[in-house]
């Protein structure tokens, strides 16, 4: 099987990092290039406690949402506060977040595999109810990287893309024309929808289909060599009606990327504020937690202006 992808072996056979191997130090300088103003704009949603009422931000349908809880010695912060402290006042926070679906992420090269092979070709028996023992989201590491953006939806005079809309190479290539910039070995490729700003309006009509990458948009940018895929949807490819992925299993934008070619995908991007400057290419920062075996972290990526 590992004759079928160029990339299994391209970094040693032990590989599990793909194509973050692009990111040596020489490119990591070169991605500091893109830095004009010092302007660091986040580029995370927000993770709102949905048991204190607050309307939640986008997520998946079906899966839980996210559950805070601020605590002084067993008591709630505000009463607990008063009735143990004089003068000050220390307060302890438990967060449980479902790693996909419901905050922006990244996915571990374990996140997805066929029959019973990993990307590189490790064994997918080495993925158990525990962790991934291999390819999981503690290999990963911080990435550091210039990031190009691609704003589909700026492009094309909208402020967000219609869900029947597949992203294709052609467009892909005529965004990048029209912003000016030619993509490098080891760019992190940003795809704005606007698809979140659905959400705010119209949430039953976020939790059905989504505009995002078709097949030859994703092949087209993993032959440009990037290094990671950031996008503002749910799935990095098209979401169908139903809530699949729109191609086929042959087609499937997260086989393609994560499994054949070793390359992270990062989803539900916030790419509004990011959209305003203008400024198409940027330092592009993220950092994963340090989950062991974990298939996914949530994060709060950077783009730094």
């Given at each position: 099987m590992a004759?079928q992808?160029?990339?299994?072996?391209r970094?040693?056979?032990?590989?599990?990092?793909?194509a973050?191997?692009?990111?040596?130090?020489?490119?990591?300088?070169?991605?500091?290039?893109?830095?004009r103003t010092?302007r660091?704009?986040?580029?995370?949603?927000?993770?709102?406690?949905?048991?204190?009422?607050?309307r939640?931000?986008?997520?998946?349908?079906?899966?839980?949402?996210?559950?805070?809880?601020m605590?002084?010695?067993?008591?709630?912060?505000?009463?607990?506060?008063?009735?143990?402290?004089?003068?000050?006042?220390l307060?302890?926070?438990?967060?449980?977040?479902t790693?996909?679906g419901?905050?922006?992420?990244?996915d571990?090269?374990?996140?997805?595999?066929?029959?019973?092979?990993?990307?590189?070709?490790?064994?997918?028996?080495?993925?158990?109810?525990?962790?991934?023992?291999?390819?999981?989201i503690?290999?990963?590491?911080?990435?550091?990287?210039?990031?190009?953006?691609?704003d589909?939806?700026?492009?094309?005079?909208?402020?967000?893309?219609?869900?029947?809309?597949?992203i294709?190479?052609?467009?892909?290539?005529e965004?990048?024309d029209?912003?000016?910039?030619?993509?490098?070995?080891?760019d992190?490729?940003?795809?704005?929808?606007?698809?979140?700003?659905?959400?705010?309006?119209?949430?039953?009509?976020?939790?059905?289909g989504?505009?995002?990458?078709?097949?030859?948009?994703?092949?087209?940018?993993?032959?440009?060599?990037?290094c990671?895929i950031?996008?503002?949807?749910?799935?990095?490819?098209?979401?169908?009606?139903?809530?699949?992925?729109?191609?086929?299993?042959?087609?499937d934008v997260?086989?393609?990327c994560l499994?054949?070619?070793?390359?992270?995908?990062?989803?539900m991007?916030?790419?509004?504020?990011?959209?305003?400057y203008?400024q198409?290419?940027f330092?592009?920062?993220?950092?994963?937690?340090?989950?062991?075996?974990?298939?996914?972290?949530?994060v709060?990526?950077?783009?730094?202006?």
């Amino acid at each position: 099987m590992a004759e079928q992808f160029d990339t299994w072996g391209r970094w040693g056979e032990d590989d599990e990092r793909g194509a973050l191997n692009l990111l040596t130090p020489e490119v990591v300088v070169a991605a500091a290039g893109a830095v004009r103003t010092g302007r660091i704009v986040n580029l995370g949603l927000p993770i709102r406690a949905s048991n204190a009422g607050a309307r939640p931000a986008p997520h998946l349908r079906g899966r839980p949402l996210p559950q805070h809880y601020m605590n002084v010695d067993g008591g709630d912060y505000a009463a607990g506060a008063r009735r143990l402290h004089d003068e000050m006042c220390l307060s302890d926070d438990t967060v449980i977040v479902t790693a996909h679906g419901t905050s922006t992420h990244v996915d571990a090269l374990a996140h997805a595999w066929r029959g019973d092979v990993l990307y590189n070709g490790h064994e997918a028996r080495k993925i158990l109810s525990f962790g991934a023992a291999r390819c999981g989201i503690d290999k990963m590491g911080g990435v550091a990287a210039r990031g190009v953006l691609f704003d589909v939806a700026g492009h094309l005079g909208v402020p967000f893309l219609d869900e029947s809309v597949a992203i294709d190479a052609d467009l892909l290539r005529e965004c990048l024309d029209a912003s000016g910039q030619e993509l490098r070995p080891g760019d992190v490729a940003v795809v704005r929808t606007g698809w979140p700003t659905v959400f705010e309006t119209d949430e039953a009509r976020y939790q059905g289909g989504q505009p995002g990458l078709a097949y030859d948009g994703a092949h087209w940018l993993a032959e440009q060599d990037v290094c990671m895929i950031a996008c503002d949807n749910s799935g990095v490819g098209q979401i169908a009606m139903d809530g699949t992925f729109a191609a086929p299993l042959d087609e499937d934008v997260h086989l393609l990327c994560l499994w054949e070619r070793g390359i992270p995908l990062a989803e539900m991007l916030w790419l509004e504020e990011l959209a305003t400057y203008g400024q198409k290419e940027f330092l592009f920062v993220l950092a994963p937690l340090t989950i062991v075996g974990g298939t996914a972290s949530p994060v709060n990526p950077l783009a730094i202006l």
